[in-house]
């Protein structure tokens, strides 16, 4: 109890205010802090979708150029091989069933290995089988009828890229095996100065032409 001599003490001294701002900047600042934070996570994500994105794109750019590039190996080799009287025979089977793989320049040649074709920087390969037409009367049979068949060129890139083309290509009417054939369509030209042209057929008059191999 305070006694009639005693007098209360009275504090009048100001009391300090609490800041109602200092604790609204401290969450505005959380919240910038998360909202950087992820929109740094998603500038990375975004980054390496776009350089997987890239790498997928040449990877498939080297498979389909392996796969062209098989097929033209292949056109080539045929074009020397063809039997003027049996056609392809030697390179099909009956009804396409386990077709052999010829014996062309870098096929089914791992990329490093010494028998394939392309250069380092290309980590790519190829595998060609030849294929008979449907419509050949011999197909069943695995004969070459009509001296048509199908090049099925497969060709692999890095990272398991695949691309597959397929090339249909008639050798009837073949006549000069092994001789090269013409790389521009003047009429009754070729490279070899022998004033033919076994590889071109005749213009018609909307300017086309059928190449075909033999010249």
């Not at 100001?14 to 802090?33: F, K, Q, Y």
């Not at 998603?42 to 980054?47: D, E, G, I, K």
């Not at 028998?115 to 070459?144: H, M």
């Not at 048509?148 to 006549?175: D, F, L, Q």
Request: a neutral charge; charged letters at 20%; glycine letters at 12%.
């Amino acid at each position: 109890m305070i006694g009639p001599g005693h007098r209360k003490r009275i504090d009048k001294r100001p009391r300090a205010r609490r800041d109602r701002e200092r604790g609204n900047t401290l969450i505005l600042s959380l919240i910038v802090l998360t909202a950087l934070g992820t929109l740094s996570a998603m500038t990375v994500v975004t980054v390496e979708g776009g350089i997987a994105t890239t790498g997928n794109d040449r990877y498939h750019a080297i498979a389909a150029y392996a796969a062209e590039s098989g097929a033209a190996v292949a056109m080539d080799y045929l074009r020397k091989n063809l039997n003027l009287s049996t056609g392809w025979a030697a390179y099909i089977t009956p009804s396409n069933l386990n077709p052999p793989s010829p014996g062309l320049a870098g096929n089914n040649a791992d990329v490093g290995a010494s028998n394939n074709l392309f250069s380092s920087d290309v980590p790519g390969s190829y595998s060609v089988q030849i294929y008979n037409n449907r419509s050949d009367s011999g197909y069943a049979l695995g004969t070459d009828a009509d001296k048509r068949v199908i090049i099925h060129s497969t060709g692999y890139g890095p990272n398991g890229a695949i691309a597959v083309v397929e090339w249909e290509i008639s050798g009837a009417g073949a006549a000069g095996l092994g001789r090269p054939c013409s790389v521009y369509a003047q009429r009754d030209e070729s490279e070899d100065g022998s004033g033919r042209n076994d590889c071109l057929g005749s213009i018609n008059t909307s300017d086309t032409a059928t190449f075909r191999p033999g010249g």
